[in-house]
């Protein structure tokens, strides 16, 4: 369920939340918080408004509620869909439903529009955009994004994907400062990765008290598969088909749980990219697994991965790997090979528990050094390791490594978290997935090897 401030950027809305529901309005437009106050109205939803201060007394409601509210025949018709770039804010309630939000933070940032439809789902929604706009600017910001768009003309920008993509695009553009648009779509891309790393750990689920953690990672995740559900056990599973899907099907593996409870009040510190926890554990173990598998997701629609991406998030890894042993058989019936996140450390592409159990072919190993070594990703080499939920896949059959994620001193109050490192895992991982007619040929002659 969408929080009041995540249903109210969606839509374009432009306040300050100060906390229990209460939300600033006076640096928003009248005509805006007039419309905001007639949508809450259309929805039964019990609120005060005085000194410019909104204060919410109901619970939130569902997107879909929400949207009946804001939504009307004629919205997006009106004459200021064409309003003055750079001199006025806009209108939401000229501005089409599912694309408002993101016109309002594209104008936020100086990246100025001059009209926008959202496709009403029966054609791509597009934004055109004022002549003085940096539209490398735009295409490095929605790209960061990773969202699908094409420039279709020097300033019209059309989006592939659906209207409700573009809802999610905006919830995130909140985050992006102005100042980050200097440093190009790289730098962004890894800004928006921090922020949600910085979310993750901050929910606490240790191991038999996923829920919160759960919930919070099956709101990230849905826009970006195809199908999502959690099983009998409470682990979260999810499947998303790219492109034809005529390649393998990989599946991603990170586990919710934490070794212990968060400290209440505990405050991340920061020394420049390493984390660590003011007391209590960090939790980056396996909170950073599950930011890397959520980044991923993210960029799939804009891959060239070709073949199916199973996602399997485990409950009580800590404790014995219970989610992945109760996990059902036939969600791995088709799984040809399977990327764990759950490493310490830098580097180690882990291939083995120990001297006990080889989790792959070192062939399969050696595929993610070599795509490492071309993209330029150094570091990365094959090594045995420790146990984690690999054992569970690779017992399976299934050809299994497990990946550094950037943690030290795990379960521990001295825990930290390089988040550098932590976000070469998304690259390789990436730079791995685009290099899918390779990883189809290395899988193909490691079954013809079994088969000898």
């Avoid at 259309?42 to 804001?70: D, M, R």
């Avoid at 004022?130 to 960061?144: C, F, G, I, S």
């Avoid at 173990?285 to 993210?298: F, N, Q, T």
């Avoid at 685009?434 to 088969?451: E, F, G, I």
């Amino acid at each position: 369920m969408k929080s009041w401030n995540q249903l109210f950027i969606r839509q374009g809305f432009i306040v300050e939340e100060k906390g229990n529901n209460r939300f600033l309005c006076t640096n928003e437009r009248p005509e805006n918080v007039e419309f905001l106050l007639e949508s809450l109205n259309l929805a039964n939803v019990q609120y005060t408004f005085e000194n410019g201060l909104l204060t919410i007394h109901s619970s939130p409601i569902c997107e879909k509620e929400w949207i009946k509210a804001v939504d009307f025949p004629s919205r997006g018709k009106g004459e200021g869909l064409w309003f003055r770039s750079g001199q006025e804010e806009p209108k939401v309630f000229e501005l089409d439903t599912y694309i408002s939000g993101l016109v309002r933070e594209l104008n936020r940032l100086g990246l100025y529009t001059m009209g926008c439809c959202d496709g009403h789902g029966r054609s791509c929604p597009h934004i055109y955009f004022d002549e003085r706009t940096d539209m490398e600017k735009v295409m490095q910001l929605l790209n960061a994004l990773q969202v699908n768009v094409r420039l279709r003309r020097p300033y019209v920008v059309t989006f592939l994907t659906n209207r409700e993509r573009i809802l999610d695009a905006a919830e995130q553009m909140r985050n992006v400062q102005p100042d980050w648009l200097e440093k190009g779509e790289e730098y962004i891309r890894k800004m928006l990765f921090l922020n949600t790393l910085e979310e993750l750990l901050n929910i606490s689920g240790e191991s038999g008290n996923e829920e919160e953690i759960r919930m919070a990672v099956r709101e990230k995740l849905t826009p970006y598969v195809d199908r999502i559900t959690i099983d009998r056990y409470g682990n979260l599973l999810a499947q998303k088909k790219c492109k034809a899907g005529h390649g393998p099907t990989i599946l991603l593996n990170a586990h919710l749980d934490t070794v212990a409870e968060l400290e209440p009040g505990r405050r991340i510190v920061k020394h420049g990219p390493i984390w660590s926890s003011s007391r209590g554990i960090l939790g980056a173990d396996d909170r950073a697994g599950v930011a890397v598998l959520l980044e991923v997701a993210k960029w799939l629609e804009t891959s060239d991965f070709n073949g199916t991406i199973k996602f399997a998030f485990t409950v009580e890894e800590e404790c014995g790997l219970i989610g992945a042993r109760e996990l059902e058989e036939y969600f791995l019936w088709d799984v040809d090979a399977a990327i764990v996140v759950d490493r310490w450390g830098t580097g180690d592409i882990v291939t083995s528990c120990g001297t006990i159990q080889p989790f792959c072919d070192i062939r399969y190993g050696q595929f993610f050094e070599k795509v490492a070594n071309d993209a330029g990703l150094t570091g990365w080499k094959c090594t045995a390791g420790g146990s984690s939920d690999t054992r569970i896949w690779a017992s399976q059959g299934i050809q299994s490594v497990n990946l550094s994620v950037g943690y030290q001193f795990e379960h521990t109050d001295d825990e930290i978290l390089d988040t550098d490192a932590c976000y070469k895992t998304v690259q390789l991982i990436k730079a791995v997935l685009n290099q899918s007619r390779d990883l189809s040929r290395t899988l193909r002659s490691l079954r013809r090897t079994d088969a000898i």
